[in-house]
């Protein structure tokens, strides 16, 4: 396996918006393939769906970054406070990853989430309340962005009218495209979101309130569970997982069902394909694009190819989930696909704790807004709309037109 690694072309648009031939191309060339990656960095590329489902659950491929010989991987957190971001449990393994996931996984269970459905169902009417009668909306920004975050800010005891300046701090953490981020950025950003975060924390000690951020609190304080570092890493990770994938399922599940109007028409036509529907979104073009980063404890051997210690190990979802040898025409969007255990959610000890609620917001939005949005439609052609560059997928923006309708409610922010 000496040949040069192949450069994910992140500045040419057309890979951007479509890279699944690129990544149908990898899959062909072999089971295991080097490629320069987001932000320059190098990673081995698992593209076979039966070698990522393995990896996934091999002890021998850490989610700890420490595990990485390649020192730029660190350098992408910020320089003083690289130990605190480094303490959740999405970049820990055994026994460290058991304990902290056990400490929210109740929050997570699909009985707790199903209780979620009518303020879900509430949030997503007043939001299309805001947008029916204007006959037209970017829905990422009007409707697939303010969903999730409102639901997990209210879910952890976060104010929702302080979402847009968390999400300019993540936004300014979030690997994009070829370029690394910018150190300074990404420190101040950082700064900013830990500051937020603690000053958070330490009123809810004063006032404690029935929500996930104070039972962490009470598990920090009264219970020693978890250290001060361990609390401010656990509510970072849940207010940002809690919705930047999410925002890119709704959007990314609109825009395919708008690209492929034989699917938008089933569909409406049988709304109780929905949950399948939902599923068929997360392989087809989920919004975690190429896929989920491992770092090699030892030498690992993974599709006849050994990856040297060290090495990181992107187990690329994306391309496995598209493998015609597990899935049958794996490249049509067929919302009555049965069978679909796609790895968008990953797979073993670290599968989404957040997946039950991803799909039901993900049911939720969309089915209400094809409902409630009648002769919805694309606003400009397929080919003109904006997506995420790398890491995350989804469409920077959603314009749409629709038959104007009157609110079901007085307009109102959620």
């Known amino acids: 396996m000496n040949r040069q690694p192949v450069l994910l072309p992140y500045a040419d648009p057309a890979f951007v918006a479509d890279p699944f031939p690129f990544y149908r191309q990898l ?44 020192p730029r991987l660190l350098q992408q957190l910020p320089a003083t406070e690289r130990e605190s971001m480094l303490r959740n449990m999405l970049r820990a393994d055994p026994p460290e990853h058991t304990r902290l996931r056990r400490l929210v996984s109740r929050a997570f269970t699909a009985r707790k ?11 997503t009417d007043r939001l299309l ?13 009007d409707f697939a962005l303010p969903l999730p975050v409102t639901v997990i ?43 937020y975060l603690t000053e958070l924390l330490e009123a809810k000690r004063a006032r404690p309130q029935e929500d996930l951020l104070s039972a962490l609190i009470t598990a920090r304080d009264e219970e020693q569970r978890l250290d001060e570092d361990e609390l401010i890493a656990m ?4 207010l940002v997982a809690g919705y930047i994938t999410t925002v890119n399922l709704i959007g990314g599940g609109i825009a395919a069902l708008l690209a492929h109007p034989d ?52 187990i690329a979802s994306a391309i496995a989930d598209r493998d015609p040898a597990r899935f049958p025409d794996p490249d049509r969007l067929d919302i009555t696909r049965r069978d679909n255990a796609h790895l968008a959610f990953g797979h073993g000890l670290h599968y989404c704790l957040g997946a039950p609620l ?55 922010s959620p």
Do not use: C
């Open 129 to 141: 309340d805001a947008i029916a009668p204007a006959g037209a909306a970017d829905l990422v920004e």
């Open 113 to 123: 989430v199903a209780e979620l459905r009518p303020r879900v169902q509430e949030i």
């Open 263 to 314: 699917q938008l028409r089933m569909l409406q036509d049988d709304p109780a394909l929905l949950p399948d529907a939902i599923e068929e979104f997360l392989r087809y073009d989920g919004p975690v694009n190429p896929g989920i980063a491992r770092f090699a404890r030892e030498d690992v051997t993974i599709g006849g190819v050994t990856v040297p210690r060290g090495a990181t190990v992107l």
């Open 358 to 412: 991803a799909r039901l917001e993900g049911q939720v939005a969309i089915g209400t807004t094809l409902r409630r949005l009648p002769d919805l439609a694309l606003a400009v052609p397929p080919g003109e709309l904006r997506w995420r560059p790398g890491g995350l997928r989804g469409p920077e923006h959603l314009p749409v037109t629709f038959t104007p309708t009157a609110p079901r409610r007085p307009a109102a």
């Open 27 to 70: 899959r062909e060339d072999g089971p295991v393939r080097r490629a320069v990656i987001a932000g320059g960095l190098e990673a081995w590329l698992v593209t076979r769906y039966e070698d990522g489902l393995a990896a996934l659950s091999d002890p021998r491929l850490s989610s700890d970054v420490r595990e990485a010989s390649d």
């Open 235 to 238: 509510a970072f990770l849940l």
């Open 153 to 195: 800010s209210e879910l952890l005891g976060v104010p929702t009218a302080d979402r847009h300046d968390f999400q300019r701090w993540t936004d300014d953490m979030i690997l994009r495209g070829t370029q690394p981020p910018d150190p300074a950025v990404v420190n101040e950003a950082w700064q900013h979101m830990r500051s």
